[in-house]
């Protein structure tokens, strides 16, 4: 039987301490914050990284993992494994899964190497990343791990708002639609990843309050396995926000959690969202 590990990237937000037990292996992205250099949840964890941001630090850039650092983790799982399954972030948010399938092409050890684009990021990919991993623990092999993460993506929602629309569109991240061309920069309107890229809905949901915008979001699904709430710096809306959806869905679990520095640089630190998975058939 084959032996399969699972690689993700740390836009999942996944801690070593999470990831550890359930045989992750997660290649970190390289963070420049005021000048220093880190690797994400290597040198610098989420909550050093927002204690930073509390104390002033301001410049924030991101850059995806080099071929090397791929190689080095290709070796270190191929030492146990027969095959890899590597799920990263969306190819139209991060150039980190392009650089992860050139380092599997370029790569001369003997093991199998599969490079998924998930078309999501955060806590979404996470999921993706903790169901391959349960599976190869399973005994389950590549193709059929990679059937599994095929069938659950069609069913992971991420719908947020940003700390402003000048944050996310200097990033060239969003979809120019129309609604958001017709959007003033000082505006928050509710944001989705739709097809792996953020797009605007147009749906007059859009009016209100933040957290009773995302509340009516999550009420519009028919069936839920997972819900997570997700904030940079601690927000009370977070709070308010998992109150009202206990309060609605008392035999749901709802999980809040803050989002990875690499994705706080492209919607800002003060941003607040939802992740939802409805679950398989």
Do not use: C
């Not at 993992?65 to 791929?70: A, E, G, I, L, N």
């Not at 890229?197 to 009420?219: H, K, M, N, T, W």
């Amino acid at each position: 039987m084959a032996r399969t590990s699972i690689l993700t990237d740390s836009t999942s937000g996944l801690t070593p301490e999470e990831a550890s037990p359930l045989g992750i292996a997660i290649v970190p992205v390289n963070i420049q914050l005021d000048g220093h250099s880190f690797r994400e949840g290597v040198d610098l964890s989420a909550q050093e990284f927002y204690q930073q941001i509390a104390e002033g630090a301001k410049t924030l850039r991101t850059a995806p993992p080099t071929v090397r650092q791929f190689h080095d983790a290709f070796r270190a799982l191929g030492a146990n494994s027969d095959e890899i399954v590597a799920i990263h972030v969306s190819s139209r948010l991060s150039g980190l899964t392009s650089v992860a399938r050139q380092a599997a092409q370029s790569y001369l050890g003997r093991t199998r190497i599969t490079v998924i684009d998930s078309r999501m990021t955060a806590t979404p990919l996470a999921w993706l990343a903790t169901a391959a991993a349960e599976a190869a623990a399973a005994g389950v092999d590549s193709a059929e791990i990679v059937r599994l993460l095929r069938a659950m993506m069609p069913h992971l929602y991420l719908a947020f708002f940003a700390e402003s629309m000048e944050v996310i569109q200097g990033g060239g991240l969003i979809r120019r639609t129309a609604a958001v061309t017709a959007t003033p920069p000082a505006a928050k309107p509710l944001l989705m990843i739709e097809e792996g890229e953020i797009v605007a809905l147009e749906r007059s949901r859009s009016r209100g309050r933040p957290v009773d915008r995302l509340f009516e979001f999550v009420s519009e699904f028919s069936r839920l396995e997972r819900i997570t709430i997700l904030q940079g710096r601690p927000l009370p809306e977070a709070l308010e926000l998992a109150t009202m959806l206990n309060e609605e869905m008392p035999e749901q679990a709802v999980e809040t959690r803050s989002y990875p520095p690499s994705v706080a640089a492209h919607i800002g630190t003060e941003a607040l969202g939802v992740a939802v998975y409805e679950g398989l058939r």
